[in-house]
């Protein structure tokens, strides 16, 4: 039930006092509201009834209630929103600055609706309105409050338009979010909860992106849980996404993810182990390197040194360098020799020079 209205409260048949951004964002999203000309805010204000968009440290700063308080003699400000619950949804530095000045008294406008029993989709919608007039005319959210209305902006279904207009965020930081949040809504959906899921940043968002998410169930759930247990990097998750749909089944997808599971079985051991980030093994990383050497083999003169004080430091890497490969070789064949059905030459060929690129976080279509 709503609180009783005070019979200092003065209700005005039109509404004359919004600003027009306090309107346009109410139409915008539905709320009807009634105008009070002179609201008690000592009666019906509460710190305890709050539309909560920030951290309750950040709400009425000292100083910025100084200075409304100064301008307010001066200055007509806008109305402040509050529900039919009471419930301040606009408007805690006026009040607390009237206060400061001994007013009891400010303009309002009043939603017609409860914000207390509301559903959630609709309590969603009465943080977007007060986040986005926070934004709009207040002190802007702090970045773990913007993501946190950035999140609930997603779960209403706006599109990036819509979130960049109200709340001032870049695209691509929307865009980056939602790449979060869409994964984490497929994760649940394959069955694989918070406690399961280590990936973090850029894996995780990857795991979020339209490529990734094209695969069907069982696909999407193997790379999930490989891109777990490996640990791989957002390149890693897109390339074997890529590689998996264009096997043209599920099952050949699977057969796919399974195999590279067993290409990076030791990495996997070492990442258990190590329950922290992890690269690709070391001898893959190798043949990386391997890979930018081997391009120049028609034309070897170019990886000389020709900078004289720079020519014996490059000598003496070189040497080393001949010793400790010349010693990898010899204990590469030795594997290979006790190692049934694999040929010598089966795998010389180097990777190429192959990078650890993270792909464009600012495209949705990767």
Known sequence: MAPPQSSADKASATITLATPVQMAELNRLRFNVKEIAQMDVIARVSKDRRVQVREADNY???EEVTSYAAQMGQSVFPPIIMTLDDYLADGNTRVEAAKVRGDRFLPALVIQENYATADPRRKLEFHMLAATLNNQNGRRQTSKEARKTLVDALKLGWRVEQIVRALGTKATEVTKVKWEVDARDRLEKV????GQVRATGTSLRALGKPVVLALNFEPYRALASLAMDAGLNASEILTIAKEAKAT???????D???QVRLENDERILNYTMLEGPSKPPVARQLRQRLGFITKFAASPGVLVETNAPS????QTALDASISILSAVRDLQAERISLTEGINLNGDATPDGDD???EGDEGTEDN
């Not at 069955?191 to 918070?194: I, K, S």
């Open 60 to 62: 009425g700063k000292k």
């Open 191 to 194: 069955g694989m909860q918070n």
């Open 248 to 254: 043209g089944s599920d099952q050949a997808a699977l």
């Open 256 to 258: 796919h993810i399974a």
């Open 311 to 314: 020519m014996l430091q490059h």
């Open 355 to 357: 990078t650890d690129d």
